[in-house]
């Protein structure tokens, strides 16, 4: 079994950049790929970034790309997601997620973290 912890989290205005981390345990970590997701009120929970288990390949949602860096350091168990040129519609409760050996680049991940929220202000 696999938990996840993120942080980071927080308020920050449009233009400006916030990272969160997210602490696996219970797991060998760099057995699973790992992911972001988010999820906006009102709407589905939606991917967000992806990277493979040596971090060797990432992989961005359109929305995000250019502006959003997937990273990890196996030797911490933490991912990390750097989040720079932010937008109001950025705002969403942001989970990571873990995946069993392959990278999915949609919600059928094994673990899934509670969640940290990022609220963006125009």
């Known amino acids: 079994q696999v938990q996840l912890v993120e942080s980071g989290g927080g308020l920050v205005q449009a233009g400006g950049s916030l990272r969160l981390s997210c602490v696996a345990s219970g797991g060998v970590f760099d057995m699973y790929a790992m992911g972001w997701f988010r999820q906006a009120p009102g709407k589905e929970r939606e991917f967000v970034a992806a990277i493979s288990r040596t971090g060797s390949s990432t992989y961005y949602a359109e929305s995000v790309k250019g502006r959003f860096g997937i990273s990890r350091d196996n030797a911490k168990n933490t991912v990390y997601l750097q989040m720079n040129s932010l937008k109001a519609g950025d705002t969403a409760v942001y989970y990571c997620?873990?995946?069993?050996?392959?990278?999915?680049?949609?919600?059928?991940?094994?673990?899934w973290g509670q969640g940290t929220q990022v609220t963006v202000s125009s």
């Open positions: 997620a873990a995946k069993y050996l392959l990278v999915q680049l949609d919600n059928s991940y094994d673990y």
